[in-house]
């Protein structure tokens, strides 16, 4: 079975990366989810830290989906948006500066 490549907000392949021994990104992205579910705030914080050093564009991807799927509240999908723009803006600047 072949597998697509991920791709980023610029069109990008994404790399999969070994992550703190793991094989793949897939058991980290379930772990965030499963915590969020459980209300586990701090192993959540801890597992998007994770995936969020591992591959910044994963972590907003699986955030919006939780917050779509899982959450389903208005204020936390404004708020996974509100927060992947400031980031990105951010981003942006700090490549500017030459920063990054």
Do not use: H
Request: net charge negative; hydrophobic share 40%; with cysteine.
């Amino acid at each position: 079975m072949t597998t697509e490549k991920q791709i980023d907000f610029d069109g990008k392949p994404v790399e999969d990366e070994d992550l703190l021994g793991y094989e793949d990104i897939g058991l980290i992205k379930s772990c965030l989810q499963k915590t969020i579910r459980r209300g586990m705030t701090w192993a959540a914080m801890y597992w998007a830290l994770q995936l969020a050093e591992a591959n910044s564009w994963s972590c907003w991807k699986r955030l919006s989906v939780i917050a779509d799927e899982d959450v389903g509240q208005d204020y936390a999908i404004i708020a996974v948006d509100v927060l992947y723009r400031k980031f990105m803006s951010m981003k942006t600047q700090s490549k500017e500066k030459g920063l990054s």
